[in-house]
């Protein structure tokens, strides 16, 4: 069975170090859901929150409806995955997945029938008897997401659980948590600083920043239609470009004029703004905002170029590497796509997008 | 919060570790002060026994005796014990793991079983004391006093001492000294220039360490020493022996030692402070063959070197087993010996066993507790008792005796002949090296495996001790059999606590030495070196290590 979380202005110091200064936040039933941001912007404290091992300054944590601010950890039914997968090294992978049962006091012959299926849903099967030293990373880390699920929790709170593993381990063990996820439907919250792993795995995603969470979305929402500002850089690559409204959608970049396809209905002639595109979003075209090749890169499928552009800004474009590749110092013309582009209030960062018109900003 | 004041299971561990060590320690070592300017004659207080101390040098040399010694024998040492280290690091040495194995039985074999031994070889009617007379017909008469602690120390140190500084070799890359020859730097200049500053650290605490243990020993310069006397015999004269017991004077030199101490421990601190070197080596520099006179002498030093530190174990274990009826040694095998000591000190034999078991248990028991608390839930009161801790490393053996004795022979804690007592010794002397070995156990050990747990259902205590407390039990068995190796050979305590009822081995070889009952003293050392070498090997195969660490 599983919960809807909670937490209203949860309030996190360490001394004098305010590093969760109000924080609210709803997790649905079921759901998948990640909080993004980079090191140290309080991600593990407020997982550790959650999950008991942190004391609570202010604000309330609910599951459903319960306050769980002071239920000890061990009474919360959360299952946990680490960082460093914490697997207890003195146990063989079978005694790992059925500790959590044990301290439940299921017996056998339940016990090992539930660790038997759960090693083997993680397909780690023929490592039941062995001890962790000698295993690997992705090895270890199945097995703690094994002890995790195993006990049925309301809960699946995961730290960073792939980030020691390499490259290609990373992405297969991506599908392995979002398959179990699916088939068990734990509402699961799960930390991390990787923006890809973050788009791939979750229902939603939270992005902080020093404490503060600065959009809510799935992850459609958080690449296409960033909140603010700092969503459009912390999430893919943007390009920046100072604009001012001119009428009815169009904006002015260097008496140059685009017509934005979502700009929101509510602003006034004259206004400045600032643009993030998206290097897959520009073009080479006969008109358009002028400048000089600066730097080329052949990625493969597509060339990677940086262009200065005549008033001064910067920008990076991928384009598709389907003809030759333009020479450093050519004269070109950039344009983009005016569907995509996001516009942000040149003071306060917040979105001008017609998406989020309805909130007071 | 509620919490913050609840009072739990680990508040309670602090709790019995502070009340122990006040009771125990910071209580008895008080009433050493209390006693150094307390006239008890006139019940006033005076400064009289400092007086007395320096006002004759008969009192004052042994000071000037035991720095004497002491300085000489860690000077040598560290030269012998780098020497040694860096031929056995560089040169292939032969039979370098029976060099490794002997060194490490002579660190943990009994202290005073040095001094004995060489007295029966070098003594007055030593075995090669008769050689050499007879061969160059002169008439030496033994290896006695500066000299002979000197020879003690020098034998015993050696290894101890080669074994820090091969630790330190261990780290330093190869690649470092690679760079240098490149550089145009070689032989001595290299090992000038190079080796000798990157072991330096280890070299000043390792010589620190070893001027404490000889500045502190007590048994060889009681022993070997005769009309040499040190600080530590002095104590224990003045305390029990020939001139009667006089606490106050007893109390004044504690006090003048422990203020020695505490200068040289404070020295250390400072030393270490400004010369830590962190080195992490990837490729140690490899032994390679040298041939030539260079290589020869390695391996003769090496050779030699575990030569003299074996001859001393080797001569008690042969004379165990000779027949001999108190006086004169016969060529035949025997277990009389044996049997003899069975029946005198078979009650110090059990008393040793069972004391040091009880004091390991309790050692353990709080030890392991205390570090968990003072790592992992670290408060005021814990920090207070980390630095009081601190503290029994620096009170010799000798001097925390009379603080127990001082502390404990008039009500309302009478304790004095007790075995109690005996066990609250080796408990307060051996205690902070659990805490500390264990605490740094415990810092290795991520607290996520613990806080595991408690996701999947363990309370606190559960945790530990179904979760981190197994994970430490192999490390800590380790140390603890090294503080036990220590606890059966302890003699500088014990030889002012002990009663008949209650006397261990280590006082039974020391009486039977002084009644001259040399075969009874050599069964009873083989017996406690049998032990050592058997408590090494459960050592060696619970922590898959060919290493110790002290
Ligand atoms: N136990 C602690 N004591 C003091 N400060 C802490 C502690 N744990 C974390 N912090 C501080 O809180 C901030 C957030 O840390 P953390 O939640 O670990 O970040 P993240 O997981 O996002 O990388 C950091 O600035 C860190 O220094
Ligand atoms: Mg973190």
Redesign the interface.
């Known amino acids: 069975m599983s919960v809807a979380i909670s937490i209203k202005n949860a309030v996190k110091r360490y001394g004098d170090n305010t590093v969760i200064p109000g924080l609210s936040l709803e997790i649905k039933d079921g759901e998948f859901f990640t909080l993004l941001g980079s090191s140290g912007c309080g991600k593990t404290t407020l997982l550790r929150m959650i999950a008991g091992f942190n004391t609570i300054e202010g604000g309330q944590f609910y599951f459903n409806d319960k306050v769980i601010n002071n239920i000890p950890p061990e009474k919360r039914n959360i299952g946990m995955v680490f960082q460093n997968y914490a697997i207890f090294p003195h146990m063989t992978a079978y005694q790992n997945v059925a500790f959590g049962l044990e301290e439940r006091k299921i017996k056998d012959p339940e016990k090992r029938k539930r660790v038997e299926e759960m090693l083997s849903l993680v397909q780690i099967s023929e490592l039941r008897d062995r001890k962790p030293e000698n295993m690997s990373g992705g090895q270890q880390q199945r097995i703690a997401l094994a002890r995790a699920i195993v006990i049925k929790p309301d809960v699946l709170l995961m730290d960073e659980p792939l980030s020691n593993l390499d490259a290609k381990l990373r992405v297969e063990m991506r599908s392995v948590i979002r398959r179990i996820q699916k088939q068990f439907g734990i509402t699961t919250v799960y930390v991390t600083h990787d923006q890809a792993e973050a788009l791939s795995i979750s229902d939603r995603i939270a992005i902080m920043n020093k404490g503060v969470i600065q959009q809510i979305g799935t992850p459609f929402e958080v690449y296409r239609q960033p909140r603010n500002i700092f969503s459009a850089t912390f999430i893919g690559e943007s390009s920046l470009l100072d604009a001012t409204y001119v009428q009815d959608g169009s904006v002015d970049i260097s008496g140059y004029e685009f017509t934005l396809a979502h700009l929101s209905k509510r602003l006034e002639r004259g206004e400045a703004m600032t643009l993030c595109i998206r290097p897959d979003d520009f073009y080479f075209a006969e008109e358009g905002l002028s400048g000089r090749i600066e730097e080329c890169t052949y990625l493969g499928s597509n060339y990677e170029y940086i262009v200065a552009l005549d008033n001064g800004s910067q920008i990076k474009a991928d384009i598709k590497a389907t003809g030759e590749m333009i020479e450093i110092g050519t004269k070109v013309f950039v344009r983009f796509n005016e569907e995509r582009a996001n516009a942000f209030s040149k003071e306060g960062g917040n979105s001008l997008m017609e998406y989020y018109d309805e909130e007071e900003n | 919060m509620k919490k913050r004041i609840s009072f739990d299971y680990w508040s309670a561990i602090t709790l019995i570790t502070l009340v122990f060590f006040i009771l125990f320690f910071l209580f008895p070592v008080l009433q050493i002060f209390i006693q150094s300017v307390y006239d008890s004659a006139s019940g006033t207080f005076s400064l009289d026994s400092f007086k007395k101390f320096f006002s004759r040098s008969y009192y004052t040399s042994t000071i000037t005796n035991s720095f004497k010694v002491t300085i000489a024998a860690t000077l040598i040492t560290m030269v012998t014990g780098t020497m040694m280290a860096y031929f056995m690091k560089t040169v292939t040495i032969k039979a370098r793991k029976i060099i490794d194995m002997i060194v490490i039985v002579s660190i943990l074999s009994p202290p005073f079983i040095g001094a004995y031994s060489w007295i029966i070889l070098l003594g007055r009617s030593g075995v090669l004391t008769k050689i050499i007379n007879s061969l160059f017909g002169i008439s030496f008469s033994g290896i006695y006093g500066f000299y002979g602690i000197l020879l003690v120390f020098t034998v015993k140190m050696t290894p101890l001492m080669y074994l820090f500084v091969s630790g330190a070799l261990e780290k330093i890359d190869s690649s470092i000294i690679e760079c240098s020859e490149n550089l145009g730097c070689h032989g001595v200049r290299k090992i000038r220039k190079i080796v000798l500053p990157l072991i330096m650290p280890t070299l000043l605490n390792s010589a620190f360490l070893v001027f404490m243990r000889i500045f502190c020993d007590f048994g060889t310069p009681m022993l070997i020493g005769e009309g040499y006397r040190t600080v530590p015999v002095l104590i224990y004269n003045s305390f029990i022996g020939e001139m009667g017991s006089d606490y106050s004077f007893a109390s004044a030199m504690s006090v003048i030692v422990i203020a020695f101490s505490i200068v040289i421990f404070s020295l250390q601190q400072f030393v270490a402070q400004k010369s830590t070197i962190k080195m992490n080596s990837l490729h140690p520099v490899k032994a390679e063959k040298k041939k030539g006179a260079y290589g020869f002498f390695a391996n003769f030093f090496c050779l030699f070197v575990a030569l003299l530190s074996s001859l001393p174990l080797l001569v008690i274990v042969v004379l165990s087993f000779r027949r001999t009826d108190g006086i004169y040694y016969y060529n035949e095998f025997s277990i009389n010996s044996y049997i003899k000591a069975f029946d005198t000190a078979g009650s110090a034999i059990f008393n040793t066993f069972a004391y040091s078991i009880v004091a390991m248990l309790v050692i353990l028991f709080i030890g392991v507790l205390f570090s968990y608390v003072s790592v992992r839930r670290p408060s005021f009161v814990t920090k207070v008792i980390d630095v009081i801790i601190t503290m029994p490393y620096i009170i010799p053996g000798s001097v925390m005796g009379i603080a127990l004795i001082l502390g404990f022979n008039k009500r309302p804690f009478v304790l004095t002949g007790t075995a109690v007592i005996m066990i609250v010794a080796y408990i307060i002397r051996r205690m902070p090296y659990t805490i500390r070995s264990s605490s740094s156990i415990l810092r290795q050990i991520?607290s996520?495996?613990e806080?595991?747990?408690?996701?999947?259902?363990?309370?606190?205590s559960?945790a530990f001790w179904?979760?981190t407390f197994?994970?430490m039990v192999p490390g800590v068995i380790s140390g603890a059999l090294m503080s036990w190796m220590s606890i059966i050979t302890e003699l500088s305590a014990t030889v002012l606590l002990y009663t008949t009822r209650t006397q261990t081995i280590s006082i039974a070889i020391y009486q039977e030495v002084i009644r001259g009952n040399e075969g009874v003293a050599c069964a009873l050392s083989t017996i406690l070196l049998l032990t050592t070498v058997i408590s090494l090997s459960i050592f060696f195969r619970l922590s898959g290590k060919r290493e110790i660490a002290l």
């Open positions: 991520d996520s495996i806080e595991a747990a408690r996701s999947l259902g363990s309370s606190k559960r179904r979760i197994p994970v």
